[in-house]
């Protein structure tokens, strides 16, 4: 990781956000029926927890370590999430759209590594 690279969080997060409730909105909402706002709920909590995880952990661990953590975070949370908003059986439609993610996030962290940190080894 390049020390003196400047992350724009504000284009970081947007691109992440983007990705995080396209695919919680088509998945869930669309193809499972989950209430718009039950997901958006979640996504908020998705969005920050791996946010965090993106800026602080991934530069450090590499992409495809971060993939599989956002895999199993994704599934974690999207199953807690739906289970407190009463979808008891939710456990393919988190792990699924976890699994939708973490594709997702593998491009979002090369971009990141690449275009934020100054990583040019990715």
């Not at 939710?90 to 939708?100: C, D, K, M, Q």
């Amino acid at each position: 990781m390049n020390e003196d690279a400047h992350v724009d969080h504000g284009k970081a997060i947007l691109m992440k956000a983007v990705l995080t409730f396209a695919v919680l909105w088509i998945v869930l909402t669309a193809f499972y029926g989950v209430a718009f706002w039950h997901t958006t709920i979640i996504g908020i909590a998705l969005l920050i927890i791996s946010y965090i995880g993106d800026m602080m952990i991934m530069p450090r661990i590499g992409n495809m370590a971060a993939t599989i953590g956002d895999l199993l975070l994704g599934f974690v949370v999207l199953w807690a999430g739906l289970h407190l908003f009463g979808y008891t059986n939710s456990l393919g439609e988190a792990f699924l759209t976890g699994a939708i993610l973490a594709v997702g996030e593998y491009f979002l962290h090369s971009w990141l590594l690449r275009t934020q940190f100054g990583n040019t080894y990715v």
